[in-house]
């Protein structure tokens, strides 16, 4: 079964980091565009970061922008989302995402409908 997993999530103070992390199971990330969303408390999930496969085109909201940043491990099969500086309002569960790119990197977007493997999320809270 394709899926991807996430993990890294936990409890944090405000001002702190958490680094997640994303491993598909049954296919290689390389070869597909990424990216992590967040689902807050009573909110609609919103796009946090995403990645092209060849990680020429990217996306990151505006609301975590020099603080998360998105990044690839190919010699381990794995996508980190870096999130330093935390604050209450980045409090929510996050997903990763990934769709294979048969076009060759030409494909992206940084939205639900782009991205056909989802995990179940981690969850992240951020104390105040």
């Known amino acids: 079964q394709l899926q991807v997993v996430e993990s890294g999530g936990g409890l944090v103070q405000t001002g702190g980091s958490l680094r997640l992390s994303c491993k598909p199971s049954?296919?290689?990330?390389?070869?597909?565009?990424v990216g992590w969303f967040r689902q807050a408390p009573g909110k609609e999930t919103e796009a946090i970061s995403c990645?092209?496969?060849?990680?020429?085109?990217?996306f990151i909201a505006d609301s975590v922008k020099g603080r998360f940043a998105i990044s690839r491990d190919h010699a381990n099969n794995t996508v980190f989302l870096q999130m330093n500086s935390l604050k209450p309002e980045d409090t929510g569960v996050y997903f990763c995402?990934?769709?294979?790119?048969?076009?060759?990197?030409?494909?992206?977007?940084?939205?639900?409908?782009?991205?056909?493997?989802w995990g179940k999320g981690t969850r992240v809270t951020v104390s105040s």
């Open positions: 995402a990934a769709q294979f790119d048969s076009t060759g990197g030409s494909m992206f977007g940084c939205d639900t409908e782009t991205y056909g493997y």
């Open positions: 049954g296919f290689t990330l390389a070869y597909s565009t």
């Open positions: 990645l092209s496969r060849h990680g020429g085109r990217s």
